[in-house]
């Protein structure tokens, strides 16, 4: 979008971002060039990135979006809440240097009897939590509010879970497609294929659509995984060891914890496992840093 209206533009890697590609939400320079149009020049700093680990190139960044304001990390209450899923959301939300937000879509399908929200309540910690239904509305006024004018919503989470029947219900008309999920275990299939922002009526804000996500790499992520296990972190602080890894060591305050059932073991092990996939990526990135400075050169 231009100041001119909506034009179409190339992306020229080789001038426009050197390793930054542009993604939605990017603001950009646009310059004409001869014999290829209207071309991307340069990708301009970006405020805030959803980010996660490139599921095709395990050593590398995916962003999903940039310049968002609000990351919603969506959960439908047609299907069992993970805890663990729920977390590697809130870690990429908060990491992207977004507002953090969690939504339940599907309240008029949720059972009065499903632990989601107790779960929900457990993980969320100071996140706000918005329960919606685009069948009665519930929630969506909630929701709008949270947004704004010249703000951007980012809404991430599973196929079928209800993204795009949210952006339809705040925009007033079926401008996604939809698409039915299974009965047996409420998988959806991938009805937004790419990531689109659309724009709300009165100058309401933006909204941000992604494709469904089955895989959540996360990347470079450890101040945003303090923050969402803050009470681990902090906890930790009163181990005998400085170096603790809470798995069995003397003097841990964490096994102390969980073993008069203060702390909840299964999140414990979601924390350290974020750790230690966080820590393996840092290696990686230290080994091929490394092999990069080397030139290439080949030892005799």
Do not use: Y
């Not at 996140?127 to 919606?132: A, G, L, R, Y």
């Not at 009165?202 to 969402?228: C, K, M, N, Q, S």
């Not at 969980?258 to 909840?264: F, K, Q, T």
């Amino acid at each position: 979008m231009t100041l001119d209206g909506r034009v179409r533009v190339l992306s020229d890697s080789q001038r426009a971002q050197g390793e930054i590609a542009p993604v939605t939400g990017d603001w950009v320079e646009i310059d004409d060039t001869e014999g290829l149009g209207t071309v991307i020049a340069r990708v301009l700093p970006r405020r805030t990135a959803v980010s996660r680990r490139d599921p095709a190139e395990k050593d590398l960044e995916q962003v999903l979006a940039s310049n968002v304001d609000v990351v919603a990390a969506v959960l439908g209450l047609d299907r069992p809440v993970q805890a663990g899923w729920l977390e590697r959301l809130l870690v990429m939300a908060i990491d992207s240097g977004a507002e953090p937000l969690i939504v339940l879509t599907k309240a008029d399908e949720a059972d009065v009897d499903t632990p989601a929200f107790s779960i929900v309540e457990a993980v969320a910690g100071s996140v706000s939590v918005i329960v919606t239904s685009v069948v009665d509305r519930t929630g969506l006024g909630e929701l709008l509010a949270r947004i704004g004018a010249e703000r951007t919503l980012a809404l991430v989470g599973e196929s079928g879970v209800g993204k795009s029947s949210i952006v339809n219900a705040l925009v007033g008309e079926e401008r996604l497609e939809v698409g039915e999920v299974r009965a047996s275990d409420a998988e959806g299939r991938h009805t937004t294929t790419a990531r689109e922002l659309v724009r709300l009526p009165d100058d309401a804000g933006l909204i941000l659509d992604t494709p469904g996500i089955r895989t959540l790499g996360l990347w470079e992520a450890e101040h945003a995984v303090d923050l969402v296990f803050g009470d681990l972190v902090e906890l930790a602080e009163h181990c005998r060891f400085r170096d603790c890894a809470h798995r069995g060591e003397p003097g841990c305050a964490v096994q102390a914890a969980i073993d008069v059932g203060e702390l909840p073991a299964m999140r414990v092990r979601l924390f350290l496992e974020l750790v230690d996939e966080l820590d393996s990526l840092r290696k990686r990135e230290e080994q091929r840093a490394r092999r990069e400075k080397g030139g290439g050169r080949r030892r005799r």
